[in-house]
């Protein structure tokens, strides 16, 4: 029987996995993973390595430990040898450019097919009438959902031939510390876990479409980890939604996959997006450099309670709820006028979904720089939006537990509460919690300058 590879990258399932599925069909397969997460645009973070690992845990497990692992080119050559591989199947990565490996790979005399995958429609098959890539989300959401996504295909067990090499702790993915063990204990890394969050959240979806822009709140999927490393595909949650007798056509939730899927789409005909200004006119900002201020925003030290409890939440949990990535990434860009780079880079080190679409996206937008991006006069009052869905003050309260006692009416601006109000709360500003480090209303000035200059 012929034996083939499957090579899992950011596909860490079974389920609707359309290379592995075409690897069982050809004959027997060896399972690997490796290399990829140096091959990135963005070797992965520091917080997703974790994630990795434990997703990696949970893959070989499915596979009854046979998961060989890559850690250099010369492996695969190992490998061909002693199972005499005739093709190598996988299902791309999103701006990896696989032509060193396909040519390496096809020295050896082995075939190899690359699959697009991890999205709910062919980038190719969205195009405008005239053809050109769409950049505007709206005509793009209109035309994606006149078409409705492939069922997701069913799972298939690779007929496993061997493990022939490395171990997954050999990757070195959890540094000795204290924070990967906390970061990690809310999750459920692996397809397993990603069903069951699914599950989970179908069963509450009602309350998405109001209360997503609650961060105190359970509303949102919390799916955004298992899509990065692919543990479930878009096309089984959004079939999921309409077997839970949903129209995804009309779902806040489904329409908020089709911005993922725009970002990737995005990717796909912008490679650079996740360096470059997508608006060139915003290679002439004039972006501040100062390590100070950038360190203040990264440890949660602002002095605007809600920014510094987005950024402590990042910290301490690997995540941040959508809302608050917009908050504390307009307070970055637009209040502090700090490049926006600087804050993919520090997410990617922090998130646990760190993806180069989505990060990539989500900055330029904010930014204005990016395609159908927030207007540049849009910046985000962080007293007033902390007000408006942070309504009771529990999300704040829980990140930044030194205005615990503040009452409602000052939290979000304690620089306003007479001293009497702050004695009683015990805080005393710039010893127990900071003052701010920029005026909101003065750096929205200069920012409206600054933009107006490009
Ligand atoms: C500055 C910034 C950086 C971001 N970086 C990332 C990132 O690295 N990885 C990442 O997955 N998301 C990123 N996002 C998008 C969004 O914040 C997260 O996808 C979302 O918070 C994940 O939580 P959830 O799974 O509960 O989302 P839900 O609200 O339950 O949404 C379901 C899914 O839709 C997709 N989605 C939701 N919101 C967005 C959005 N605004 N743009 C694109 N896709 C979306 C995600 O895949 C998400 O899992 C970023 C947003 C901003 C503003």
Wanted: with cysteine.
């Amino acid at each position: 029987m012929t034996t083939v590879i499957h090579w899992f990258q950011r596909d860490l399932r079974l389920t609707d996995n359309q290379a592995l599925a075409a690897a069982k069909q050809r004959g027997a397969v060896l399972p690997v993973y490796g290399l990829i997460d140096a091959w990135q645009p963005v070797p992965t973070g520091s917080a997703s390595r974790v994630w990795l690992h434990h997703s990696l845990m949970q893959l070989a497990n499915q596979l009854g430990g046979n998961l060989s692992i890559l850690t250099t080119m010369d492996d695969w050559a190992d490998l061909m040898r002693r199972y005499a591989v005739t093709a190598v199947y996988w299902n791309a990565v999103p701006g990896v450019d696989y032509q060193p490996v396909h040519e390496y790979l096809t020295a050896l005399g082995v075939q190899c097919y690359g699959y697009t995958e991890g999205l709910l429609w062919e980038p190719g098959s969205v195009v405008k009438p005239d053809g050109q890539p769409y950049k505007v989300f709206t005509p793009y959401y209109r035309r994606c959902i006149g078409t409705a996504p492939n069922r997701p295909t069913a799972s298939v067990h690779p007929s496993v031939v061997g493990c022939g090499l490395g171990n997954i702790a050999g990757l070195d993915l959890v540094p000795q510390l204290d924070w990967p063990a906390r970061v990690i204990q809310q999750w459920h890394p692996g397809e397993r876990g990603a069903t069951e969050r699914l599950a989970g959240f179908l069963s509450n979806i009602q309350s998405y479409s109001e209360g997503r822009n609650t961060p105190s709140e359970p509303h949102v999927s919390r799916l955004s980890p298992h899509l990065a490393f692919g543990e479930i595909s878009p096309r089984t949650i959004w079939h999921a939604v309409a077997d839970h007798g949903l129209d995804p056509t009309q779902d806040a939730f489904c329409r908020q996959l089709v911005w993922r899927e725009f970002s990737h789409y995005l990717l796909r005909d912008f490679p650079t997006f996740y360096k470059e200004n997508l608006n060139k006119r915003f290679d002439r900002f004039p972006w501040r450099d100062t390590d100070p201020m950038l360190a203040a925003w990264q440890s949660g030290r602002t002095g605007y309670p809600i920014v510094d409890a987005g950024m402590r939440e990042l910290w301490q949990t690997g995540t941040m709820h959508n809302r608050v990535r917009m908050i504390v990434g307009s307070f970055l860009v637009k209040n502090l006028r700090i490049h926006w780079r600087r804050g993919f880079e520090w997410f990617w080190d922090c998130l646990l979904d760190a993806n180069t679409a989505n990060n990539s996206f989500g900055w330029q937008w904010i930014a204005g720089s990016g395609a159908d991006a927030a207007p540049y006069f849009r910046i985000f009052n962080p007293i007033l939006q902390g007000k408006k869905f942070d309504t009771n003050g529990q999300y704040t309260r829980q990140y930044v537990p030194e205005l615990a006692a503040m009452p409602d009416r000052y939290l979000f601006d304690p620089w306003e509460a007479p001293k009497s109000v702050l004695d009683q709360a015990g805080v005393t500003l710039g010893v127990h919690y900071p003052r701010p480090i920029v005026s909101i209303s003065d750096s929205r000035q200069l920012a409206l300058a600054a933009f107006a200059s490009i």
